[in-house]
């Protein structure tokens, strides 16, 4: 059986970012392990589960999962798990990964060691896309470094932070996920004029944000040759 590993904040994930990957990989017969940095169940960005933000049908739907799903409520330490266990890593995105997940040693070795197995895949979605801008390889090298990257674009991001980079709850963005990756030599294209954004590169797959949500679970099934239809 194919398997996947979700690593999801615990200060703020998006809802349809983790949902929609993980209730395809579901329907597809993936079987799914959920963990996060302290083993405590994640929290979803309540922004996410705001009809007026996502629309009725999708905020209902994410609280829903989120509520009942069992693996999102009994995860995992990140420290306690291991990519080579698992055929993907998948890291959900929202603002909370920049507090949590992006900054965490462990999860930059899921990611790193996801990539560099012959047979690992890693899917990174939206905010997640910063920790790129973290993770190195056995050499020392980033792991972005001349890679093709999508993501959370500045130019989204300037419209939800104030000039002071604080989030509408108060809290202070401590980085911009294009700045850093940027900077760690990944070839950021965010395709801002297309409706989603996808990018394959080798054993490395990243999405821009939540409209492109479906679009990577559907792209990952088909990196781990998994038939959606079976």
Excluded at 78 to 91: K, L, M
Excluded at 112 to 139: Q, W
Excluded at 186 to 205: I, M, P
Aim: aromatic share 6%; charged share 30%; with cysteine.
């Amino acid at each position: 059986m194919t398997t996947a590993l979700f690593v999801v904040s615990e200060e703020g994930y998006w809802g349809e970012e983790c949902i929609e990957p993980l209730t395809t990989l579901d329907d597809a017969g993936v079987e799914v392990t959920v963990a996060t940095p302290s083993g405590d169940p994640p929290v979803m960005d309540e922004r996410s589960a705001d009809p007026e933000e996502v629309g009725e049908e999708t905020a209902a739907w994410v609280r829903e999962v989120d509520e009942t799903d069992e693996r999102l409520n009994n995860p995992s330490p990140i420290a306690s798990v291991d990519a080579a266990d698992y055929d993907a890593v998948v890291f959900p995105g929202g603002h909370g990964t920049a507090w949590d997940v992006n900054q965490d040693r462990h999860a930059r070795d899921l990611l790193a060691n996801a990539v560099a197995g012959a047979d690992g895949t890693a899917l990174v979605v939206c905010h997640a896309v910063g920790l790129l801008g973290f993770a190195h390889d056995d050499d020392g090298r980033y792991v972005v470094d001349g890679r093709d990257v999508t993501g959370f674009p500045n130019e989204w991001e300037e419209g939800i932070v104030d000039d002071q980079d604080r989030m509408p709850d108060g809290r202070k963005l401590p980085y911009w996920v294009e700045n850093e990756v940027k900077a760690a030599g990944g070839n950021w294209d965010a395709e801002l004029d297309a409706d989603t954004s996808v990018t394959v590169d080798g054993d490395l797959v990243t999405a821009r944000g939540p409209g492109s949500s479906a679009a990577a679970a559907e792209t990952l099934l088909d990196e781990l040759g998994v038939d959606a239809s079976a």
